[in-house]
């Protein structure tokens, strides 16, 4: 644990998460239906240099490579039986790098599966697979649990729950997409619905990630802020993917992201970060933002 809590932290500035994991590792070979987590054991050294850009660009707080570590979403690799040793391998090599007064956050994302009726997920098994991953992620040192992309409440509360026995702080970030009649889940969770049963239910802190990119996420952030008391975080794409050449383009530039982050921040979020489509540059240009609110 640092000697100062992170929670402190966003008390006294605006804090400066990380950006794409997922972009990154694409973009060094990562190839589709390749386990991201297995990164962790077979190429440590790649990860420790996404890592360690993020923090060289400014970051704050860095995200661990176990967005897929919990044993339901590891079963479709087959990898079930391996949680603990992926998510430990995962925050080793954060830590290995993480430079004084920073921090690493341990990820959790959602098993992928859905609950009824939608789906034939069980809660019983969320909730032994996330108290199994963040158990892991707590024993091995991160210094706070971030639970993000969540598109159930119900599924968000059940990873909550999980963190929080751990006695991290847990960040919880939900993902909405823009309707006719505004924010929702893909499961249909209003905003404030959603805000006001994770802050009831313990996080430290809430917000939102993906799914949108930045100009929509003013408003959302505008409407995270009115529904809770707590810090908000939020973390939007770099724009809508496109397949442009055979790759994947994201529209926004380090740059415009930049000017979305003054205007989000105004909006009310305490902690800032991007996601997917982002990379060390986009985190560089919030980080050049943060210093000039500092200085004026």
Not at 13 to 28: E, H, P
Not at 146 to 159: K, L
Request: glycine content about 10%; charged content about 25%; aromatic content about 6%.
């Amino acid at each position: 644990m640092k000697s100062k809590s992170i929670l402190d932290l966003i008390k006294e500035r605006i804090v400066l998460f990380d950006g794409a994991m997922g972009t990154q590792l694409i973009n060094q070979g990562l190839k589709k239906g390749d386990c991201p987590e297995m990164w962790n054991l077979q190429r440590p050294d790649d990860l420790a240099e996404i890592h360690k850009a993020y923090f060289d660009a400014g970051a704050d707080v860095v995200t661990t490579n176990t967005f897929g570590g919990n044993a339901v979403k590891l079963a479709s690799y087959n990898l079930q039986g391996r949680v603990g040793e992926l998510n430990k391998a995962a925050v080793k090599i954060a830590k290995s790098i993480c430079p004084e007064g920073k921090y690493v956050a341990g990820d959790m994302g959602p098993t992928g599966q859905f609950l009824p009726p939608v789906g034939k997920g069980s809660l019983e098994d969320f909730d032994k697979s996330f108290r199994e991953q963040a158990e892991a992620l707590a024993e091995s040192g991160v210094d706070l649990i971030i639970i993000e992309t969540q598109y159930d409440i119900r599924e968000a509360v059940s990873a909550l729950k999980a963190a929080k026995a751990t006695g991290l702080p847990a960040i919880v970030t939900m993902t909405f997409e823009l309707k006719k009649r505004g924010y929702f889940t893909i499961m249909g969770n209003k905003v404030a619905d959603s805000m006001k049963e994770l802050e009831e239910n313990g996080a430290d802190v809430v917000g939102a990630n993906c799914s949108l990119d930045s100009i929509p996420y003013i408003e959302l952030t505008e409407q995270i802020k009115q529904s809770t008391s707590l810090p908000v975080l939020v973390q939007p794409n770099a724009g809508q993917p496109e397949i442009v050449d055979g790759g994947v383009h994201y529209h926004e530039t380090p740059g415009s992201f930049a000017i979305s982050a003054e205007k989000l921040i105004s909006a009310g979020a305490n902690i800032i970060g991007a996601c997917c489509g982002s990379t060390p540059e986009f985190t560089e240009k919030i980080a050049e933002v943060l210093r000039h609110r500092c200085l004026s």
